[in-house]
């Protein structure tokens, strides 16, 4: 018998060549081929090599973002009611980056941009209320411990970091006169009074947001983790859009304040000093003696602070003021209460308190200096005031005399000044 290769007879390896069964084209099957093998396995294992190449993508893109991105030198915080678009935040970020120096070292300047969105208003949907409840977290989140030390806040926002004293006074970041004289508060002011917020990004950014600046770690009552270099860093940023003046800008007009719904409004002409601009803490401490002039049924103190040292014409305001009359009270550091007694404006305070004017230390029967009065020694926020500053009222400078207006500051005058000046008699 003659054998095989394999060992076995060869008439039986014939045998079984013949009786394999033929494919549809007539070749006999033998082994699995690779593409019956592959078939196989993507019947078995589709879903499992479908989810593997995914999360493969995935890690490579993180990897590569990891490395890609780049540590910010400056971190700015948005909160407000108006979504900022992606276009506007690489634009921002853009141009941001143009005004720091590269704190890092990493051979860049980089501005990172964290923007919160909230809604604003009383009759909110719930889902926009849930929304608000997270973004609140995230905002309180980031004042704790957060990365952002340049904020660009909505009005009500801002209030929370004020109340925790969180934030720097703008007068400590540059010359005091670089500042625009129209300050919502001595930590804020508002983006349409800067030229910064006119450009390209910026400009996406709400009229109404206030900007301001984290104190300095070295001056934080809250340790936040943050550098004083980094933070300098961020201060960088913050005095260029303070003092950036656009090629075209031109010199504001110098118009009256305007009174609005208020019932009583004070304008300070001081060169150093920044107050309250809205007057909301003032109305609050001063409620008792507030009266309702427009009868709105509401009492509203407006405080119109002008920085007399600064880039706009304190002088033309003032003179705007006096011939409007749009001001009844003043309160003014020496070099601008020379100029209102010049003016002829200024009602003798004996008109209104008898002989106390003299008791009180008025040397012209014009002005007292707050220094002198118990009221600005002894009441919440009116205590922040300069004591050498005057405090003086303007007669009635309109064909009716004595609206209700100017009745309601000339009882707002008196009631600080009497405050508590029989006592101080006896």
């Known amino acids: 018998m003659k054998m095989g290769i394999d060992g076995q007879p060869e008439d039986l390896l014939k045998d079984a060549r013949q009786d394999a ?42 990897i ?23 276009k506007n935040k690489d634009e921002m970020s853009a141009r941001a980056a143009l005004d ?26 719930y889902t926009a209320y849930e929304a608000n409840v997270d973004a609140n ?78 104190r300095s770690p070295e001056n934080d009552q809250i340790s936040y983790g943050k550098t004083q270099e980094y933070w300098s860093c961020n201060k960088a940023l913050v005095v260029k859009m303070l003092t950036y003046r656009a090629e075209n800008s031109e010199p504001k007009a110098a118009k009256a304040f305007n009174n609005g719904k208020n019932d009583v409004v004070i304008g300070i002409y001081d060169s150093v000093r920044h107050y309250v601009s809205d007057g909301k803490k003032l109305t609050y401490a001063a409620s008792s003696i507030l009266k309702d002039a427009n009868s709105d049924g509401r009492t509203l103190l407006a405080v119109d602070p002008v920085l007399t040292g600064g880039k706009n014409d304190a002088g033309a305001y003032l003179a705007a003021q006096i011939a ?58 009116f205590d922040k005031f300069g004591k050498d500053l005057y405090f003086c009222i303007a007669s009635p400078r309109t064909e009716a005399g004595e609206d209700a207006f100017y009745k309601a500051n000339c009882a707002f005058f008196v009631s600080i000044l009497s405050y508590r000046m029989q006592e101080g008699q006896n």
């Open 137 to 214: 977290k995230r905002f309180l989140s980031e004042l704790a411990s957060g990365d952002s030390v340049i904020y660009l806040l909505e009005e009500s926002f801002f209030e929370k970091a004020a109340e925790q004293k969180l934030l720097c006074p703008l007068a400590e970041l540059i010359d005091p006169s670089l500042l625009p004289d129209d300050m919502y508060d001595e930590c804020a002011v508002r983006v349409s009074e800067l030229d910064y917020f006119k450009q390209e990004g910026f400009s996406s950014v709400p009229d109404d947001t206030l900007l301001c600046i984290r």
């Open 100 to 125: 720091i120096y590269d704190h890092n070292g990493d051979g860049k300047t980089h501005v990172s941009l964290l923007e919160i969105t909230v809604g604003i208003g009383e009759d909110l949907p």
């Open 324 to 381: 409007e009359g749009g001001e009844v009270l003043f309160i003014a550091n020496a070099e601008y209460y020379a100029k209102l007694k010049e003016s002829g404006i200024l009602r003798p305070v004996s008109e209104l308190v008898g002989n106390y004017a003299e008791l009180l230390g008025s040397e012209d029967g014009y002005g007292i200096k707050l220094g002198s009065l118990k009221w600005f020694a002894e009441k919440q926020y």
């Open 21 to 62: 069964p033929e494919n549809e084209n007539g070749k006999a099957e033998g082994k699995p081929t690779f593409r019956s093998r592959l078939e196989s396995f993507w019947y078995f294992y589709k879903w499992h090599t479908i989810i593997g190449v995914v999360l493969v993508a995935a890690l490579a893109i993180s």
């Open 64 to 86: 590569a973002q990891l490395f890609r991105n780049t540590a910010p030198d400056a971190y700015i915080m948005y909160v407000g009611p108006s979504t900022l678009y992606v």
